[in-house]
């Protein structure tokens, strides 16, 4: 048996990590340090360091990183700060894996992926179909393997990113129809699951996704598909009672907590942190409380300002909303710092117009996913958006430069076509799948 390089046990390292990630913590944790490990010890360090500096994904979130960790100088729980801070640490996978990932791994990554999902949607439906009930797993919270909320955003992630390879993969009708069947299971795991953060996130991402593919396109086709696939979000909330009720309970609670000020619900919750969270972020507009101090100081405001909140909202470990969990923390100042990452990957120069594609589906879904979820706070979806942003960067420009398995010709067999020309092609690893 051949010895294997440590850029492929890396590269394996990296598929092992996209299958766990819907599926069991443990392996993620573990795949993920061992890759930063393999990654910094597997030679020609200083020529990716050099390369890293000049991508400005990498650097956003380096800035990003730092940020946080200054603002342990001004925060009253430095200790707990630090212990939030070091999950921030999952998001140096993205220079990482950009660095270090070949385009015959990034398929399949991206294939295990889904075969995670899959297998997850099916545990979910056994849950389900078998009415079992497991701890806080049961038929109304049928989420196997992680919380709703988290779950939710990875199914979204997952069938967004199944849209982007069926709109831009050239394929056989039998292929095809088998990617099809997986969207569908996908989306039906979507649907029946609780997590309405990811269902919006979706939904949302759509409305953005769908132009931005068609872009070249006359105006009105555009618009006629995004007529369509509003015909089918109607369509699915009318077929499946379980999302219609989530839907409708979400809306009428929303309803209630403005016009009834009502905050006993889930969303009214969510409200009532918020009333809070904006008048701590006009109080320290500027840098925040620091890292780990917003919440004790949040539970200060509540006792002397909103009394009335804190039987309701006085439990929270931070706030339901990634925009008001680093505004309070950092300010101003953090919340740009925040958004810096997401433009930096909407405008990286990659060389294939379906990775660009993939940029905005991955961003708009965890942008729109903040609204009802702090996803970077949590470890299974901060995790997700490293790996995916780190597969979507390997196909920069200029990370492509300093990572001579990109363009090997033994793994691509057609030459790139990059995002300025009018009629864009994809990868021939794409089109063989």
Not at 17 to 28: D, E, G
Not at 101 to 130: D, E, N, T, W, Y
Not at 355 to 378: E, M, R, S, W
């Amino acid at each position: 048996m051949r010895a294997r390089s440590p850029n492929e046990v890396l590269n394996w390292l990296v598929v092992v990590l996209a299958f766990s990630l819907p599926l069991y913590r443990a392996w993620v944790s573990l795949a993920a340090y061992l890759i930063l490990i393999v990654w910094f010890f597997q030679g020609g360090l200083r020529e990716r360091f050099n390369h890293l500096k000049k991508h400005p994904l990498t650097v956003a979130i380096v800035v990003f990183m730092a940020l946080n960790l200054l603002s342990l100088l001004w925060s009253e729980d430095p200790g707990g700060g630090f212990v939030y801070w070091r999950k921030y640490l999952y998001l140096l996978l993205v220079p990482a894996i950009a660095s270090s990932l070949r385009p015959v791994f990034a398929l399949r990554a991206f294939r295990a992926f889904l075969a995670g999902v899959v297998l997850s949607v099916a545990m979910m439906s056994v849950v389900i179909l078998g009415d079992f009930h497991i701890r806080r797993i049961h038929s109304g919270n049928p989420a196997a393997t992680m919380s709703h909320l988290d779950y939710s955003i990875v199914l979204a992630v997952a069938g967004l990113m199944l849209l982007v390879h069926l709109a831009s993969t050239p394929m056989r009708w039998t292929p095809r129809w088998i990617w099809i069947a997986v969207f569908l299971t996908v989306m039906g795991g979507l649907l029946v699951n609780i997590g309405r953060s990811g269902q919006f996130a979706f939904a949302a991402t759509l409305l953005v996704l769908v132009p931005f593919v068609l872009r070249r396109r006359p105006w009105f086709h555009r618009a006629a598909v995004l007529v369509g696939v509003g015909c089918v979000l109607i369509a699915a909330y009318a077929a499946v009672p379980r999302f219609q009720v989530r839907v409708d309970k979400g809306v009428i609670e929303l309803y209630d907590a403005v016009f009834s000020n009502r905050i006993d619900t889930n969303q009214g919750k969510r409200i009532a942190g918020a009333v809070v969270a904006f008048e701590m972020a006009r109080s320290n507009p500027v840098l925040g409380t620091g890292i780990g101090g917003n919440m004790p100081a949040f539970r200060r405001l509540l006792e002397t300002d909103f009394p009335d909140f804190v039987d309701e909202v006085g439990w929270f470990p931070h706030f339901h909303n990634q925009y008001l969990q680093v505004v309070t923390e950092l300010g101003l100042v953090g919340l740009l710092s925040l958004l810096a990452i997401f433009v930096t990957l909407f405008t990286g120069r990659y060389r294939h117009a379906e990775t660009q594609a993939a940029a905005v589906a991955l961003g708009c879904a965890y942008l729109f996913g903040f609204i009802g979820d702090p996803f970077l706070h949590k470890q299974m979806t901060l995790v997700l958006f490293a790996v995916a942003a780190g597969i979507v960067s390997a196909d920069d420009e200029v990370l492509a430069e300093g990572n001579p398995t990109a363009s090997s010709p033994i793994e691509v067999n057609r030459p790139a076509v990059r995002l300025e020309k009018d009629r864009p092609t994809v990868t021939r690893q794409l089109s063989t799948s």
